[in-house]
T-cell receptor, first 116, second 109 residues
Framework: DAGVIQSPRHEVTEMGQEVTLRCKPI?????LFWYRQTMMRGLELLIY????????DSGMPEDRFSAKMPNASFSTLKIQPSEPRDSAVYFC??????????????FGEGSWLTVV | QKEVEQNSGPLSVPEGAIASLNCTYS??????FFWYRQYSGKSPELIMF????GDKEDGRFTAQLNKASQYVSLLIRDSQPSDSATYLC?????????FGAGTTVTVRA
C-alpha cells in the first residue's frame, strides 16, 4: 500500500515568495494532519481535517498560513508570503477513525522547506 | 508546562545494554500513548502504543504506562547500533497526537 505522499520533498525559496506544499493521504483514511518540525519547537500540530473539513487550526502560526482539503485524496498547505523563520520540515499525516484508542497516525516523508 | 515532556538526553548506551526512556504528560484525560522512532532526516515511524496500565512488550521493546503518575516509559533491551535514533513520545486525547521533544539515543558498538 502507498503511504502518505508529500511533495515537494525539498524546496528552497526566497523570502516573500508563495510556497505550496501538497499531500495525498493514505486511501480510506478520514483524518489528515499537518505538522511542522523544527529543532527549537519539535513537532507541532498546525491543523487537522476530518472528512475534508478543517476541525482545529489553532496551531496555524499566522494568517500567512492556510490549508485546504478539496477532496479526500488531496490537501495543500500554503505559506504566503514566506519568511526565513518558516524554514522547517512540514509533515503531512493521516489516520483512520482517529478517536479510537489504538489508532495512530502515519507520516509522509516530509517537505523540507528553506526560506532564504 | 508542556503537554508532553521527555528526558532531554542525549542518551548513550553500549551495545547490548538496556536503554530507558521516560515521558510524562499533563492531561489526565489522555487515552492512549505512542512511541515513535525518527532516524535523522526521516519521518517518525510508530514503534508501539499502549493504553492500559502496566507493561506491553513487542520484541526488544517494552512500553510501561502508569496513568496515576501520568508516566510512560520505553525500554529497549539488547540495544543495537540500528536503534540509534530520536524517540518521540506522543499522547492522544480524543483526536490528535501531541508530541514530546524527543530523546536522542546513541548505541555505542
Amino acid at each position: 500500500d502507498a503511504g502518505v505522499i508529500q511533495s515537494p520533498r525539498h524546496e528552497v525559496t526566497e523570502m516573500g515568495q508563495e510556497v505550496t506544499l501538497r499531500c495525498k493521504p493514505i486511501s480510506g483514511h478520514d483524518y489528515l494532519f499537518w505538522y511542522r518540525q523544527t529543532m527549537m519547537r519539535g513537532l507541532e500540530l498546525l491543523i487537522y481535517f476530518n472528512n475534508n473539513v478543517p476541525i482545529d487550526d489553532s496551531g496555524m502560526p499566522e494568517d500567512r498560513f492556510s490549508a485546504k482539503m478539496p477532496n479526500a485524496s488531496f490537501s495543500t498547505l500554503k505559506i504566503q508570503p514566506s519568511e526565513p523563520r518558516d524554514s522547517a520540515v512540514y509533515f503531512c499525516a493521516s489516520s483512520l477513525g482517529s478517536k479510537r484508542r489504538g489508532n495512530t497516525i502515519y507520516f509522509g516523508e516530509g517537505s523540507w522547506l528553506t526560506v532564504v | 508546562q508542556k503537554e508532553v515532556e521527555q528526558n532531554s538526553g542525549p542518551l548513550s548506551v553500549p551495545e547490548g545494554a538496556i536503554a530507558s526512556l521516560n515521558c510524562t504528560y499533563s492531561d489526565r484525560g489522555s487515552q492512549s500513548f505512542f512511541w515513535y522512532r525518527q532516524y535523522s532526516g526521516k519521518s517518525p515511524e510508530l514503534i508501539m502504543f499502549i493504553y492500559s496500565n502496566g507493561d506491553k512488550e513487542d520484541g526488544r521493546f517494552t512500553a510501561q504506562l502508569n496513568k496515576a503518575s501520568q508516566y510512560v516509559s520505553l525500554l529497549i533491551r539488547d540495544s543495537q547500533p540500528s536503534d540509534s535514533a530520536t524517540y518521540l513520545c506522543a499522547v492522544k486525547g480524543d483526536y490528535k497526537l501531541s508530541f514530546g521533544a524527543g530523546t536522542t539515543v546513541t548505541v555505542r558498538a
